[in-house]
């Protein structure tokens, strides 16, 4: 097993031919005004493994990353101003919209996604910010849900992720998160596919090497959701997640499973303390 996951690394990652490959040192300031820490002091949970945790920001090409930093070039606002609209707009059978409720986004969404996923003691379940604003949606406003990784959801998440710029991802991972971050551990080190690799085999093992011409980072979310030029929308984790579960050439779960949760939920721990990005640009 572990041979046959070692060769299949091998043939997918090409050695790197220079220090092109090595995460680059540039700083991250949005809009001349936000500080990013894109590099941190791994958490304590990862202090055995990693030395240090990476935004994805530093594996991509310099053009990629300028669009990143101002948010007239970076494409994702045009979605987070249609976001914006959806925030006031009165949907559902009980005549409310996200306004009615929240008030101004700035003021009652600033920090928010900084704390996702998290414990939701009244539903007894950790609580992706997707499924919160779904049950907002359902039983605030008596409205249809939206599709868990569609557009209208990708884009309210960059809207609420843009509140929380610059401050640190910090996910509680103890009390009763504790067994749904287990078991997102487990699924993040477990191989999976035709191909026996897990997330850590190329996460973890690998980033900073060269994959079929990707550069590898460390699959982190704190810039998530991400404007991905590849498919010109704002991609959310559980899409990713996806993709790259596809990749091993695995049978994958659907966004929103337990699973998706719980992983979420233990690679932003892997993130606690880079500085939230959200909507980040990716290639
Ligand atoms: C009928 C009132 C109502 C409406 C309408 C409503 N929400 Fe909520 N929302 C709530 C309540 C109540 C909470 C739980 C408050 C808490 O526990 O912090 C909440 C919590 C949230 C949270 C998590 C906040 C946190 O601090 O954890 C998000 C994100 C959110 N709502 C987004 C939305 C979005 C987006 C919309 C529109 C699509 C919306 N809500 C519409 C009542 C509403
Ligand atoms: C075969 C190698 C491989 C495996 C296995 C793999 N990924 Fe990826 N992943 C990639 C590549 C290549 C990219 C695009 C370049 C990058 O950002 O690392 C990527 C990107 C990502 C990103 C986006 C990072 C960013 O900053 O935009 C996340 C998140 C991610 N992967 C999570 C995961 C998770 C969780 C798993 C396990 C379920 C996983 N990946 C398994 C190769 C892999």
Redesign the pocket.
Same mark, same amino acid.
């Given at each position: 097993m572990k041979f046959k996951a070692m060769t299949? #690394?091998a043939a *997918?990652?090409a050695a790197p031919l220079s220090a092109v490959a090595d995460p680059d040192d540039d700083t991250l300031v949005v809009n001349e005004e936000i500080e990013m820490v894109t590099k941190a002091a791994a958490p304590d949970h990862l202090s055995d493994t990693l030395d240090e945790v990476m935004? /994805?920001?530093h @594996?991509?090409s310099d053009e990629t990353q300028s669009l990143q930093m101002d948010d007239f070039d970076n494409p994702a606002m045009v979605f987070v101003d249609q976001a914006l609209e959806k925030w006031e707009e009165v949907e559902g059978a009980a005549g409310k919209s996200c306004a009615s409720c929240h008030d101004d986004v700035e003021e009652s969404m600033k920090g928010v996604r900084a704390v996702y996923p998290k414990w939701n003691d009244e539903k007894e379940a950790v609580y992706t910010m997707a499924m919160q604003i779904n049950d907002c949606r359902e039983t605030g406003m008596q409205a249809e849900k939206w599709k868990y990784t569609g557009g209208n959801m990708a884009a309210m998440e960059a809207l609420i992720s843009v509140q929380s710029r610059g401050m640190p991802v910090n996910v509680a991972i103890d009390g009763p998160a504790e067994a749904a971050w287990e078991m997102g551990k487990e699924? =993040?080190y477990t191989r !999976? /596919?035709q191909?026996e *690799?897990? +997330?850590?085999? +190329?996460?973890e093992d690998? =980033?900073g090497n060269m #994959?079929?011409a $990707?550069?590898?980072?460390? /699959?982190? #979310?704190?810039? @998530?959701p !991400?404007y991905?030029l590849k498919n010109a929308k704002i991609n959310t984790?559980h899409a990713? @997640?996806k /993709? +790259?579960?596809r $990749? !091993?050439r695995a049978e !994958?779960y659907s966004p929103g499973s337990d699973e998706f949760v719980a992983?979420?939920l =233990?690679?932003a721990s892997r993130g606690n303390g880079l500085s939230v990005e959200g909507p980040?640009v990716?290639?």
């Open positions: 299949a #690394i *997918l990652v935004s /994805g920001w @594996f991509r699924l =993040y !999976t /596919g191909l *690799l897990s +997330c850590a085999n +190329c996460h690998n =980033y #994959i079929r $990707d550069h590898l980072s460390q /699959g982190q #979310i704190n810039g @998530f !991400t991905r984790v990713r @997640f /993709g +790259c579960v $990749d !091993t !994958t992983l979420e =233990y690679v980040s990716r290639n």
